[in-house]
T-cell receptor, first 116, second 112 residues
Framework: ETGVTQTPRHLVMGMTNKKSLKCEQH?????MYWYKQSAKKPLELMFV???????ENNSVPSRFSPECPNSSHLFLHLHTLQPEDSALYLC???????????????FGEGSWLTVV | QKEVEQDPGPLSVPEGAIVSLNCTYS??????FMWYRQYSRKGPELLMY????GNKEDGRFTAQVDKSSKYISLFIRDSQPSDSATYLC????????????FGKGTKLSVKP
């Protein structure tokens, strides 16, 4: 149990489908993240939410749409994806300490996405 | 030049060996350095967290940061088969909330 729960763990979707990934953190953190992990590539930061406000969007295509309704929940809405979007999508959370600058990121187990 | 370079391996060692994993980086503004361990089909879990230069030890694991050389290392003593995983280095600048920059990860296999 990592404190960050992701559902579903596995998802297969067609290119015309609409689906959503869900993330919930039970750690009382003030920031949540979506990362993408593809084979042979470093983890890529997609979105950052701090206190429910999006603070970073790393040039992610609009077919990925994040939503953060409160500090414990984060969604990634998926629409008309491409096969190259198949990857492991990782949700993470952290408690940013403004005084010290310390920010330890804790990851969920990930959602394996296959686009066919 | 990539911001963080990490040899992807795979690295295979016998049980009990000392393992050395390394990353180099180009951005001298990085101040926080982390090592994550990722088992197959799982999310990364934080293993070590270091601020600025120096050593940090936790059980069989030692993290070293040499900011003058822009080089970080993770040593695993008395390696066990359960240490078989991919090890990711990560780092970020001070004061920035989100931007962890990761290496590609090194796949380690410890043979019994």
């Amino acid at each position: 149990e990592t404190g960050v729960t992701q559902t579903p763990r596995h998802l297969v979707m067609g290119m015309t489908n609409k689906k959503s990934l869900k993330c919930e953190q039970h750690l009382g953190h003030n920031a949540m993240y979506w990362y993408k992990q593809s084979a042979k590539k470093p983890l890529e930061l997609m979105f950052v939410y701090s206190l429910e406000e999006r603070v970073e969007n790393n040039s992610v295509p609009s077919r990925f749409s994040p939503e953060c309704p409160n500090s414990s929940h984060l969604f990634l809405h998926l629409h008309t994806l491409q096969p190259e979007d198949s990857a492991l999508y990782l949700c993470a959370s952290s408690q940013f300490a403004y005084r010290t600058g310390r920010n330890t990121i804790y990851f969920g187990e990930g959602s394996w996405l296959t686009v066919v | 030049q990539k911001e963080v370079e990490q040899d992807p391996g795979p690295l295979s060692v016998p049980e009990g060996a000392i393992v050395s994993l390394n990353c180099t980086y180009s951005n001298s503004a990085f101040q926080y350095f982390m090592w994550y361990r990722q088992y197959s089909r799982k999310g990364p879990e934080l293993l070590m967290y270091t601020y600025s230069s120096g050593n940090k030890e936790d059980g069989r694991f030692t993290a070293q940061v040499d900011k003058s050389s822009k080089y970080i290392s993770l040593f695993i003593r008395d390696s066990q088969p359960s240490d078989s995983a991919t090890y990711l280095c990560a780092m970020r600048m001070g004061g920035s909330q989100g931007n962890l920059i990761f290496g590609k990860g090194t796949k380690l296999s410890v043979k019994p």
